[in-house]
């Protein structure tokens, strides 16, 4: 009886560990797209999440007038259904062109379906709320060519 008492609690504490991991992060793996426009005209994102090392980790590939950029998402936390992270943007100084400026822009979501309900929050220019959509994989079809004729 003692060994299964101890058996039963490893086993419980094993799964009170794991479960957690899985909670939602699988959830958001894939590819979203965001459309939105800002105090800097329309920008178009693209973020793609996947596992690395056992954790959530990402990148933003962002579109707007001034060009487009690729960002190393950091500093992920999800729980559930609700997803935070941080891209860390550097832009070229206006004044200094040799200089770039870091934004550390906040994102705090919701996964509603296929689709993140985001509040992203740039430090001292501004916030919004966007929509990530999930990109849906197409299943490419090919098509036979003519069978060719065997001659018995």
């Known amino acids: 009886m003692k060994?299964?008492?101890?058996?039963?609690?490893?086993?419980?504490l094993i799964l009170a560990v794991a479960i957690p991991a899985w909670s939602?992060?699988?959830?958001?793996?894939?590819?979203?797209?965001?459309?939105?426009?800002t105090?800097?005209?329309?920008?178009?994102?693209t973020f793609e999440f996947k596992f690395e090392n056992g954790k959530l980790a990402g990148?933003?590939?962002g579109e707007r007038q001034m060009g487009t950029n690729e960002v190393k998402l950091v500093d992920f936390k999800t729980d559930k259904d609700e997803i935070s992270f941080i891209e860390p943007l550097r832009l070229p100084d206006r004044r200094d062109t040799t200089r770039t400026n870091e934004l550390r822009i906040e994102y705090t979501g919701k996964l509603m379906g296929d689709e993140?309900?985001?509040?992203?929050?740039?430090?001292?220019?501004?916030?919004?709320?966007?929509?990530?959509?999930?990109?849906?994989?197409?299943a490419v079809k090919v098509?036979?060519?003519p069978k060719p004729h065997l001659e018995p």
């Open 116 to 138: 993140i309900k985001l509040h992203r929050k740039t430090p001292g220019i501004g916030e919004s709320d966007i929509v990530a959509k999930r990109v849906k994989k197409t």
């Open 3 to 12: 060994h299964s008492f101890k058996t039963v609690a490893l086993t419980s």
């Open 143 to 145: 098509e036979a060519g």
């Open 24 to 37: 939602g992060d699988e959830s958001f793996v894939g590819k979203w797209k965001a459309e939105f426009a």
């Open 39 to 45: 105090g800097i005209g329309k920008q178009r994102y």
């Open 59 to 61: 990148k933003a590939i």
